[in-house]
């Protein structure tokens, strides 16, 4: 009996970890996405500056695939901003620790 409760408890936490991790990756999208436009960025443009294909970036734009942390390091420098902020770590979405000529 005390197997199938620590099996629940178990099951449990992987459940709350995949909640987190989609509220993760939910909020990365969002916020690349209204950055993007903000930014006049279009799908192309990203992709290119990424050096990825236009339907790999729309895939992972609608959370169909995962960029890499390069690549959000990349998103961050293209759209002048802060992976923090790409995170969802800050709020705020002006870079920092770089020339603003990047």
Known sequence: MAQKGNQQKHNSKE???????????IVVIERLQQL???????????????????????????????????????????LKTSMDYLCGISDDDKCYGRPDDL
Do not use: H, W
């Open 36 to 78: 993007r436009k903000r930014r006049n960025k279009t799908q192309a443009y990203m992709s290119d500056a990424l050096l990825m294909s236009q339907g790999d970036y729309s895939k992972a734009e609608r959370g169909l695939r995962s960029f890499s942390p390069y690549q959000i390091q990349q998103m961050a420098i293209v």
């Open 15 to 25: 459940t709350e970890d995949e909640l987190r991790e989609n509220r993760q990756k």
